[in-house]
């Protein structure tokens, strides 16, 4: 994993860890690899994967069952999923909207792209 200098790396270890669950690696209710495991996985300080860790905790999206290890909420993909269309909406959508004004385009330009990227998708194969 490749880390930037614009966030702590706690956090952009966390956004990876979403990523995992939003893309269906961990499961729901999955056991995930422990603060030592992580650690080596990413090449970072144990300490920084146990406050991402606790942090996802704190969130609902990790549970800790003492003495077995980290697993994933029973509900960690739905949090997730708020949380980042929570995000865009507030964070994201606005910034589109402004350059979409700058650059004059309007929504249903939007649509029209929208809709030729979703027939272009259906004639590419899917990896699975």
């Given at each position: 994993m490749q880390f930037n200098t614009h966030s702590p790396i706690y956090m952009q270890i966390a956004e990876y860890i979403h990523d995992l669950i939003l893309s269906?690696?961990?499961?729901d209710g999955q056991r995930i690899p422990s603060v030592r495991d992580m650690a080596m996985?990413?090449?970072v300080n144990p300490n920084t994967v146990i406050r991402t860790y606790s942090l996802l905790?704190?969130?609902?999206?990790l549970e800790n069952q003492r003495g077995i290890?980290?697993?994933t909420a029973k509900d960690a993909r739905t949090l997730v999923l708020q949380k980042r269309r929570?995000?865009?909406i507030?964070?994201?959508l606005p910034a589109l909207f402004e350059t979409m004004n700058r650059l004059g385009l309007t929504m249903k330009d939007l649509q029209?792209?929208?809709e030729k990227k979703e027939k272009d998708d259906e004639i590419e194969p899917q990896e699975e």
């Open positions: 269906k690696v961990w499961e996985e990413l090449e905790q704190e969130e609902g999206t290890g980290y697993f929570e995000h865009f507030k964070r994201e029209q792209y929208a």
